[in-house]
T-cell receptor, first 115, second 111 residues
């Protein structure tokens, strides 16, 4: 079946503008994650959604970042008043959550460049 | 907090050479450990995993053993191929299904 998809694949924006990034998880996956990968660095956890539970927002770097998810479907990550340090690849992952280890499947990412 | 440290790259090897990419971790409990791979132009893929001490994860000729005493999970392959050229990420998962990643190691294999 289809994997995790993300759009757009590339986004160039000017400092101060708002951007919205979209993630379509694998159908049936109850958990959805957002990560950020800055140049030369590992992935940083941003936010985690699991079913109807309150999301774990502990990785969001500032209040300019927010994310929503409707049910067990699409998620959007919004960055308001973008700054140059927000430039990164934003990765989305989804997983089934059941007893034991839950493998996360990653999308191709959105490369965000803030000029 | 939890963290993962992996050897800096790039690592450049000739085909059929032996590969080791070192990975050590810091965690408060007993995490699960992973190696992810990112091939050029592709998304991140799970390569192998281990969930408890002394477990060995293996896939596509790659192996890594969970060493609790040294808090390590080094990636090895006996004979690399050009097609193994990629970025390799070591990661751990402890609480809340969040993955904590190392910075990644670029592997370049020359024919």
């Amino acid at each position: 079946g289809a994997g995790v998809s993300q759009s757009p694949s590339n986004k160039v924006t000017e400092k101060g503008k708002d951007v919205e990034l979209r993630c379509d998880p694998i159908s049936g996956h109850t958990a959805l994650y957002w990560y950020r990968q800055r140049l030369g660095q590992g992935l940083e956890f941003l936010i985690y959604f699991q079913g109807n539970s309150a999301p774990d927002k502990s990785g969001l770097p500032s209040d300019r970042f927010s994310a929503e998810r409707t049910g067990e479907s699409v998620s959007t990550l919004t960055i308001q008043r973008t700054q140059q340090e927000d430039s990164a690849v934003y990765l989305c992952a989804s997983s089934l959550v059941r007893g034991g280890l839950n493998e996360q499947f990653f999308g191709p990412g959105t490369r965000l460049t803030v000029l | 907090g939890d963290s993962v440290t992996q050897m800096e790259g790039p690592v450049t090897l000739s085909e059929e050479a032996f590969l080791t990419i070192n990975c050590t971790y810091t965690a408060t409990g007993y995490p699960s450990l992973f190696w992810y791979v990112q091939y050029p132009g592709e998304g991140l893929q799970l390569l192998l995993k281990a969930t408890k001490a002394d477990d060995k994860g293996s896939n596509k000729g790659f192996e890594a053993t969970y060493r609790k005493e040294t808090t390590s999970f080094h990636l090895e392959k006996g004979s690399v191929q050009v097609s193994d050229s990629a970025v390799y990420f070591c990661a751990l998962m402890e609480y809340g299904n969040k993955l904590v990643f190392g910075a990644g190691t670029i592997l370049r294999v020359k024919s």
